[in-house]
């Protein structure tokens, strides 16, 4: 800082030329030089007391929103993380609709080794490779003798191997404490749960965190402390889903099917009371995902969510539903489903190059026309079919509640066509899961309401946007129930239960392009009691060979339908249904005088 002096030649000297007092200049310039000092002085304190300032309204501010922050969220118990202390709360269990247990927590140990405490490596290492025969011993000792100084051995060991490492007696083999998840039921309802492993893993204790299927999808609930008390309650029914597993694996190995899927949902909340995929798998030992080949040939695919497939002619009766509620047709319409038909130059055929010249519109479900049904389709337009079919829920994934369910996502036609709405009226062009199908199944069942398939427990039906009319969704049951008495599903019939369903048999599509001439998909969906609803049962068979006749035979009439007519015959009574007569419309009879 440069400094005026309180003496200046430049004023002083004229000053004393003149006999003015040289003095006086000396105190004007010490007095300026004191006001400057004081105003610098003013303006260091001021920004100093700025800067106080902005620094306590900065941490106001940001303890009032801390404070906002904790009065508006949900109260959650802290994660344990001080040290000893375990790296997760236990994970809250899993109950079926009953409140009987699928999955719970089970305490058991780790081991692990540190060779620098080790006494005697070799005899550890011959003594651990007896009680895991799957660890060599070579390796081990190799491990144990190393440079190492932690080494896991098993993340997971039983009680039984516990004390045995014990009584191998070497201070260099430790144990972890561990919770691990436990399915008590092993397979039963694999892919509805999923699964769990560990995630942040300590020597202390071990994070446990879903894999698949529900565990992963409620992960969130599941793994938060205030829930430890309150388990996640299924839609399942425990009973229900053994004996639909059991039914649906002797039906598979019996139609000779390379898979197959069931999926049992109640009509007016959506719950689904069973869902089975085979082949399963145990989730307390859960294989590793496929990396080659068909992800379908794994245990752990899904095929009810994820298995999208051409459904076929079950798919018909939305088309005749659809119609109905139109008012184009009624059920006693008749249609002349005689060849030749062509649309968009392809020729449409029936199976078996039948030809059933004309039919009413209940007959041209009872026999299945594809030709009927292609001509509905066109009096509909392929404008109005896509917007039914996207009300139904076909043209997004299920908001079924495991995480595999977003992955399957319906196949639709690159150009709905006049083309397209004729095949995909008879279950061609469009690909969908049998969770779909019983959802679309269940809109019928319910006399015309949309209902999303969950795998919670409801209090109550949970009925969504109407879909249909309640005349064309009663017209659609009738149709249905006669496919049993009179038609393809014959062998559905199950006494007490007024079965209604249809039939669908799709030809299996190869990875490629194309279809193969001798594999099928075969599916029955069907509703009990036809006149008054409860449940509706969807069965898929992949390429399933029924071979008791002369010739096989792989239509869903001989596959799928005695499947779930002995499905339904098992699983009706533990559902609480009582068999009865079904009613039937009477006849107007006039009494008239004979005279």
């Keep these: 800082m440069t400094r005026t002096p309180l003496r200046p030649l430049a004023r002083i000297l004229p000053a004393r030329a003149a006999g003015e007092s040289t003095e006086a200049i000396e105190r004007e310039n010490l007095r300026a030089r004191h006001e400057e000092m004081r105003d610098r002085s003013r303006q260091r304190a001021e920004g100093r007391l700025l800067v106080l300032g902005l620094f306590f309204f900065c941490a106001f501010v940001t303890v009032a929103v801390r404070m906002g922050v904790l009065a508006t969220s949900e109260p959650v118990e802290p994660r344990a993380s001080a040290q000893g202390a375990a790296i997760s709360a236990a994970r809250a269990d899993i109950v079926d609709r009953n409140g009987r247990l699928l999955a719970t927590n089970f305490e058991t140990h780790a081991l692990y080794a540190q060779p620098p405490q080790m006494v005697d490596p070799a005899a550890s290492a011959k003594g651990l490779a007896a009680i895991f025969p799957d660890l060599k011993e070579e390796e081990l000792l190799k491990d144990f003798i190393g440079k190492r100084k932690f080494l896991w051995i098993r993340k997971k060991i039983s009680p039984e191997q516990m004390q045995k490492v014990h009584e191998i007696g070497d201070p260099g083999l430790l144990f972890g404490p561990r919770d691990m998840r436990l399915y008590p039921n092993g397979s039963l309802a694999a892919h509805v749960l999923g699964g ?13 965190i879903g894999v698949a299927g529900v565990e992963k999808h409620f992960d969130d609930y599941l793994r938060d402390p205030a829930n430890g008390q309150k388990p996640l309650q299924l839609s399942l029914d425990l009973t229900v889903q053994a004996a639909a ?10 139609m000779n099917a ?26 307390n030992n859960r294989p590793r995902p496929a990396t080659s080949g068909d992800q379908s040939d794994s245990p752990l695919f899904n095929r009810s969510v994820q298995g999208v497939y051409e459904l076929g002619s079950a798919f018909k009766i939305f088309t005749a539903a659809q119609a109905v509620d139109l008012g184009l047709v009624s059920p006693s319409t008749i249609i002349n489903t005689a060849g030749p038909m062509r649309v968009g130059g392809f020729r449409i055929g029936e199976f078996r190059n039948k030809n059933y010249g004309k039919l009413s519109v209940a007959d041209i479900i009872v026999k299945s026309s594809n030709r009927g049904t292609g001509r509905m389709a066109l009096q509909i337009g392929a404008e109005r079919q896509q917007q039914f079919l996207k009300s139904l829920g076909f043209f997004e994934p299920t908001e079924f509640e495991i995480v595999e369910a977003r992955t399957g996502k319906p196949l639709l036609p690159k150009r709905w066509t006049e083309l397209s709405a004729v095949t995909v009226s008879y279950g061609h062009g469009l690909s969908s899961s049998p969770m779909h199908l019983a959802a679309g199944y269940a809109a019928i069942a319910n006399g015309g309401r949309l209902v999303k398939p969950t795998i919670l427990k409801q209090q109550g039906p949970r009925l969504g946007d109407r879909v249909m009319s309640e005349g064309a969704a009663r017209s659609a049951r009738e149709m249905l129930r006669k496919v049993v008495t009179d038609g393809t599903a014959s062998m559905a019939e199950v006494p007490g239960y007024a079965v209604g369903g249809k039939t669908g048999t799709a030809d299996k599509p190869k990875p490629r392009g194309g279809y193969y001439d001798d594999k099928v998909i075969a599916t029955f969906a069907t509703m009990f009691p036809a006149h008054d609803p409860k449940y509706v049962l969807v069965v898929t068979l992949d390429e399933p060979v029924e071979t008791s006749g002369d010739k096989p035979r792989r239509t869903a009439g001989w596959t799928a339908v005695p499947v779930a007519a002995e499905m339904i015959g098992r699983i009706a009574p533990l559902l609480g249904l009582r068999p009865s007569v079904e009613p039937v419309t009477l006849a107007d009879i006039t009494l008239t005088s004979s005279n």
């Design 196 to 208: 769990a492993s560990f995630g942040k893993e300590g020597v202390s204790a071990a994070e446990v």
């Design 245 to 254: 597993e059991r039914v649906l694996y002797g039906g598979m190995r019996l």
């Design 258 to 283: 390379k898979g197959a899927t069931s999926v049992l949902m109640d009509v007016k909340t959506g719950e689904v009371i069973s869902v089975v995929s085979l082949p399963h798998f145990d989730p």
